[in-house]
């Protein structure tokens, strides 16, 4: 499908494995929804923020099975520590860019404290994830505030995601071309039961030389790429210069299917897969980090201070799938994430940004020829 127009991969006849839900999007899911604020502001400011929200804006608190997995560590995700420790995510999940972190976090304690000052009474370690934009952005400035948080999580919606240079993903670049925002999703049959599973990612990672799509290498693209080919990071004052693949990748998993938090810790393994799929062989300086939660078991797994003594009956109980029948599962969130990286770089134009540097997105021309010829 499109959004506003814009092409989505299979849109220019790039084909995937594997069926997708109605929208092909994490928002296939049931309950969850995803918001943007988008900041494009005279010739530096290229940024922004994502809220994805599992449950929806109502149900805020309501704990998820959640796992999380590192690729590789130079990046980004608070919360993470606790996720790994309780197994639950029952926040907003928020990305944006490096430096501005701290002041999401921040909004999203605002929102919270509004909307649900229950939680906050307590605790709250708000779910905040980063990539680079300092390409085109400029990032060391104070550009982003706390409300622009709070809009995204009030614009938070279900259906049709819009992707590309949107929202956290605004000044991305991913294999040397324009990168930003991509979704995709997968149908899993379970019996007579039918479950999704959706992906969600802000792409800025790779060197051109390594991107692939569809199993075709796309080196050799004709294209100007000024992001891997010129010093300017050199001339940008920094202490030496940016390697070819250098940025990162945040990836979101959902279903609705119900599973255990190590369960979901191994679907967030496999986006590694679905990445690799693309080309990529996983740079130093790239910070990858992926979530996965499950909406399914509501009402389990919440950790609030108890209200009362312990009794006979307080136990906590949840369904999930047999972990011997969780290759099917595997199998869709490798796929979804594949798709979601190439729909990132399909729905994109040329962007131009901060001291003039420019990145230019990838030519659809020459990569239908290219698929044509396999």
């Known amino acids: 499908m499109e959004s506003a127009g814009i092409p989505r991969a299979r849109n220019i006849g790039i084909t995937f494995q594997g069926v997708t839900g109605n929208e092909n999007a994490i928002t296939d899911v049931p309950g969850v929804e995803v918001g943007y604020r988008t ?9 922004g923020v994502t809220a994805i929200l599992p449950r929806g804006r109502k149900k805020v608190g309501l704990a998820c099975a959640a796992g999380i997995h590192s690729f590789n560590g130079n990046g980004e995700m608070t919360g993470a520590l606790w996720i790994e420790e309780g197994g639950a995510l029952s ?3 928020m990305i944006t860019n490096t430096h501005a972190v701290g002041t999401v976090h921040r909004g999203v304690i605002d929102w919270v404290n509004e909307h649900h000052p229950r939680l906050t009474a307590q605790w709250l370690l708000p779910v905040v994830a980063e990539t680079w934009d300092g390409y085109l952005n400029d ?13 995204a999580i009030d614009s938070a919606k279900g259906g049709a995601v819009a992707e590309g240079s949107i929202g956290g993903g605004t000044g991305m ?6 990168g930003g925002n991509g979704t995709a999703s997968r149908s899993v049959p ?6 999704i599973v959706g992906a969600f990612i802000q792409a800025n990672f790779g060197s051109r030389q390594e991107l692939s799509i569809a199993g075709v290498p796309m080196s050799g693209i004709d294209l100007p790429n000024p992001i891997d080919e010129t010093d300017w990071f050199v001339q940008d004052q920094a202490i030496g210069k940016a390697p070819p693949g250098a940025g990162s990748a945040i990836v979101v998993i959902a279903t609705n299917a119900p599973l255990l938090p190590a369960q979901c810790k191994a679907l967030a393994k496999r986006a590694t897969i679905g990445l690799a799929r693309t080309g990529t062989t996983g ?6 980090i992926f979530i996965a939660f499950s909406t399914a078991n509501e009402g389990s797994l919440n950790s609030h201070f108890p209200i009362s003594e312990t009794t006979t009956e307080d136990y906590d109980q949840m369904r999930f799938i047999p972990w011997g029948r969780m290759d099917s599962f595997y199998t869709a969130t490798v796929q979804a994430v594949e798709e979601a990286v190439v729909n990132a770089l399909i729905a994109n134009q040329d962007m131009e940004g901060r001291k003039g540097h420019k990145s230019y997105a990838l030519p659809h021309d020459q990569v239908v020829a290219r698929l044509k010829k396999q």
Do not use: Q, W
């Not at 900041?39 to 940024?47: A, F, H, K, Q």
């Not at 670049?173 to 324009?178: Q, R």
């Not at 379970?190 to 479950?195: K, Q, T």
């Open 283 to 288: 740079s130093h300086f790239s910070g990858d």
């Open 173 to 178: 670049n991913c294999y040397g071309f324009k």
């Open 139 to 151: 990032i060391n400035g104070s550009h982003i505030k706390t409300e622009h948080a709070v809009e």
């Open 39 to 47: 900041l494009i502001m005279g010739d530096s400011v290229r940024t």
């Open 91 to 93: 926040t907003p999940i």
């Open 190 to 195: 379970y019996g007579s039961d039918e479950y």
